[in-house]
C-alpha cells in the first residue's frame, strides 16, 4: 500500500497555493501593465449641453489620444448627481467607468442623511481637472442690469424672483443660497437635471436669473442669448474682464467656485489612477483645453489625486454651514 505522509501533504499544499499566489500576481500585474484595453466610460451626472458636459467631453477626447481606446461620456441626471455617483461607486473597479465630479459631489453628503454612497469611502480620487467660478446671467431682454438692480428687483418683489439651478446642492443653487443670505434678498430656486435645460428656460422667460457654470454660458453670452452682470469670483477674471464680482457690485466678500474633478471606484488599483492621472495631466495641457480655459475663464490644475481629496474635504466644510442655515434637504 502506498503511504504519504501528512508533512509530504502540507508541503505539497504550500507550494501550490505558492504557486497559485504568484499566478495571481502575476495577471494582475500583466493586466495593469495592458491596460487600457477596451473603451473607458467617464459618467456625467447632468443632462448634456451643460458646463460639466462641455469640460467632461473635451476631457475625454484629449485623454483618449493618449490612453489609444475610445473614451466615451454617458450622461446619467437626476437627484442632485446622485443618480450618476451611485452608478460609479457600484461599477467594478478596473478604471473602465469613471466619474466627472463636481461641487455636488463635496455637498451631498451634508443634504442627505441616507446618501446611497461614502464620497470618500466609496471613491478613489484621479485628478482635479479644473477650477472655475460661476456667472450670475439674466435674459437680455430683463430689465435686470447689475447685482445692484437684482437686489432692488428682488426686495421690491419679495419671493416671487426664480432663479434655475442644476438641481438641489449643486454649484448654481448654493451659489443663489449664499446669494440670498449674504444681500439679504429672498429668491426662489427652480431645480433642473442640467444647466441645459435651465438656461433653456432663462432665455425663454421662465425664470429670471442663473449663477451658472461659466463653462455652460459663455458661448451664449457671446451670441447675445444671454446677458452676464457679473462672475463669483473673488477677482475678476482675464476672460470676462468687463464684468464686476459680486462682491465689489454690492455684496462684499461673496465668493463662490466651480470645479471639475475625476474620479474612479474605490479598489481601482494604484497603477491604473496613476495612469489615467498621468493621461488627464497631458489633456488639461492641450489646445484644446487652452482654448476652453482661455474662453471660459477656467484654471487647469490637474495635479496629484491626494490634491482633489483634500480640496473636497475643504469644500464639505466651507458649504456645510451654509446647507445648514438654509435647511436645505436633497430631493
Known amino acids: 500500500m502506498l503511504t504519504i505522509s501528512a508533512n509530504f501533504l502540507t508541503k505539497r ?87 466627472m465630479g463636481t461641487f455636488s459631489h463635496a455637498v451631498n453628503s451634508s443634504l442627505s442623511a441616507n446618501l446611497p454612497y461614502d464620497p470618500h ?82 432665455i425663454g422667460g421662465q425664470i429670471d436669473v442663473m449663477f451658472t457654470t461659466v463653462a455652460s454660458a459663455a458661448s451664449l453670452v457671446e451670441s447675445g442669448q444671454l446677458r452676464a452682470i457679473a462672475v463669483t469670483s473673488a477677482e475678476r477674471s482675464p476672460a470676462f474682464p468687463q464684468l464686476p464680482t459680486v462682491s465689489e457690485a454690492g455684496v462684499p466678500t461673496y465668493t463662490a467656485e466651480s470645479w471639475y474633478g475625476l474620479f474612479a471606484p474605490a479598489g481601482t488599483p494604484a497603477e491604473i489612477i496613476d495612469r489615467l492621472n498621468k493621461a488627464a495631466a497631458l489633456a488639461v495641457q492641450s489646445e484644446a483645453f487652452k482654448r476652453l480655459g482661455a474662453n471660459e475663464g477656467l484654471v487647469m490644475v490637474a495635479g496629484p489625486p491626494e490634491e482633489l481629496d483634500r480640496y473636497v474635504r475643504g469644500e464639505e466644510a466651507r458649504w456645510r454651514q451654509v446647507i445648514q442655515d438654509a435647511g436645505i434637504r436633497g430631493e
Open 121 to 202: 469611502r466609496d471613491f478613489a480620487p484621479v485628478a482635479m481637472i479644473a477650477r472655475s467660478f460661476n456667472i450670475v446671467v439674466v435674459n437680455p431682454k430683463s430689465s435686470v442690469r447689475s447685482i445692484a438692480d437684482l437686489i432692488a428687483a428682488a426686495k421690491a418683489n419679495p419671493d416671487k424672483l426664480t432663479y434655475g439651478t442644476f438641481g438641489v446642492g449643486t454649484s448654481a443653487h448654493l451659489a443663489g443660497e449664499l446669494f440670498k443670505d449674504m444681500a439679504k434678498v429672498m429668491l426662489t430656486a427652480v431645480p433642473y437635471k442640467g444647466a441645459a435645460p435651465a438656461i433653456t428656460d432663462l
Open 13 to 99: 499544499f504550500l507550494r501550490l497555493a505558492l504557486a497559485a499566489l504568484l499566478l495571481t500576481i502575476a495577471s494582475s500585474g500583466t493586466a495593469w501593465a495592458r491596460y487600457p484595453e477596451r473603451t473607458i466610460r467617464i459618467v456625467v451626472p447632468f443632462a448634456p449641453g451643460g458646463g460639466t458636459d462641455v469640460v467632461a467631453r473635451t476631457l475625454a477626447q484629449e485623454m483618449a489620444k493618449d490612453l489609444g481606446v475610445s473614451v466615451i461620456i454617458e450622461n446619467k441626471p437626476g437627484a442632485g448627481t446622485i443618480i450618476g455617483t451611485q452608478a460609479v461607486a457600484a461599477s467594478a473597479p478596473d478604471g473602465y467607468t469613471l466619474l
